[in-house]
């Protein structure tokens, strides 16, 4: 069973494409239920998330999510798009300073809001993504029990390619409060920085994405892999252009 719209992140340069950028959906990712990530359920979350309106103190029971199909899955947490929204800047700026308080800060490398909640003024799903980049790479999996204790849970993990997909907002009745998507990684030279900087630079090309958006929406709502897919060739196209007018932005430096 697969997880809904987990927006992985793209692969930095060089590395092999394990999903799509941006907004991508990696094939074949599988719930916490198959034996990943266990005993979620029931976590009480920090009274510092009082921020987040109607948010559940209390995780959902996992094992409601991984009993159901993917097409039930798919029907409890459709496609929503909403018009961009100010606060959602502002969400993410307290998300941050919550992850900071729980990571070591000699092990963060760069947090990064990223997708299209990151663009001003850009429809979007009203999911707040979050790159958290590491070091050493290492600490990719050692931060699990930290951001466990922010309320997350682990939604899918590659060892191989170092990633790890971690959820808040998703429970047995569908979404409640805030939604976040956190992407742990290794410090890299990701896709969707490039991609959220180029949208933000050409107001025009974010347009067609949002349209884009909108159009597959009416067709997929209740389908979030063929909505993935059919923005795929957009987005690897406009991080192409992006990586040709800012190359070497994010290649990790001193701040990473």
């Known amino acids: 069973m697969s997880w809904p719209d987990t927006k992985p992140c793209g692969v930095a340069r060089g590395a092999e494409a394990g999903g799509e950028s941006e907004g ?64 959602w800047a502002e969400i993410y700026r307290k998300e941050k300073k ?3 308080s729980a990571v070591p800060g000699s092990c963060i ?27 050493p790479d290492s600490f990719v999996f050692e931060a699990l029990p930290l951001l466990q204790k922010c309320g997350y849970r682990e939604m899918h993990r590659d ?11 998703y429970t047995a009745e569908g979404f409640r409060g805030q939604a976040f998507h956190l992407h742990v990684r290794p410090c ?9 900087d180029y949208l933000a630079a050409h107001p025009e090309a974010a ?19 063929a909505y993935t897919e059919g923005k795929a060739e957009l987005i690897a196209a406009m991080t192409r252009r992006a990586r040709e007018e800012m190359p070497g932005r994010y290649i990790p430096g001193s701040a990473c």
């Open 159 to 169: 060892e191989a390619l170092m990633r790890l997909v971690l959820v808040k907002g």
């Open 188 to 196: 890299r030279d990701w896709d969707e920085l490039y991609f959220r």
């Open 109 to 135: 490398g760069r947090l990064s809001h990223f997708g299209s909640t990151s663009v001003p003024g850009l429809a979007a799903k009203p999911i707040i993504d979050i790159l958290l980049e590491v070091r």
């Open 24 to 87: 991508g959906q990696e094939k074949g990712l599988r719930s916490p239920g198959n034996g990943v990530g266990k005993g979620f359920g029931g976590i009480d979350l920090p009274s510092r998330l009082s921020y987040l309106p109607g948010m559940s103190r209390r995780l959902p029971d996992e094992a409601v999510l991984s009993s159901m199909s993917l097409e039930e899955l798919w029907r409890l947490f459709p496609i929503i798009l909403s018009d961009s929204r100010p606060e």
């Open 207 to 225: 347009e067609q994405y949002a349209s884009l958006k909108r159009s597959l929406k009416e067709k997929f709502e209740f389908n979030r892999d």
């Open 98 to 100: 919550v992850l900071e």
